[in-house]
């Protein structure tokens, strides 16, 4: 992974509970209880953040469920990871973000505007 340690020790500032795989060739990061942005129902869920390429986009953010509440969002990621079955948004990120800076960019698109 081209992750530092001190980028994964800030991720855990934000969230304790982050957990590292790599599965079909991707980097996965499973950051589990995550407090979702104000009005999303569920408030908190376990997510699964891809900082590599994938799917025509610079990292992805995977849900364990869809997301209610907030804007109307076009779900079109759905794959199979760890054993569980996860969604995305159609959220786009800037290349070189460390990762604190790629999950608040992809939180973006569950607030409001």
Not at 77 to 99: C, E, F, Q
């Amino acid at each position: 992974m081209k992750f530092s340690e001190e980028e994964i020790n800030d991720l855990k500032a934000i969230i304790p509970s982050v957990s590292y795989a790599n599965e079909g060739g991707y980097d996965y990061l499973l950051l589990e209880q995550l407090n979702l942005p104000d009005g999303c129902q569920p408030s908190v869920m376990d997510v699964l953040l891809c900082p590599n390429q994938r799917d025509g986009y610079q990292s992805r953010l995977f849900f364990a469920s869809q997301v209610a509440g907030g804007p109307t969002r076009n779900w079109n990621g759905n794959i199979r990871a760890l054993g569980r079955n996860w969604y995305a948004i159609s959220w786009a990120t800037s290349p070189g973000l460390n990762l604190v800076e790629m999950l608040a960019i992809h939180l973006k698109a569950l607030r409001n505007p």
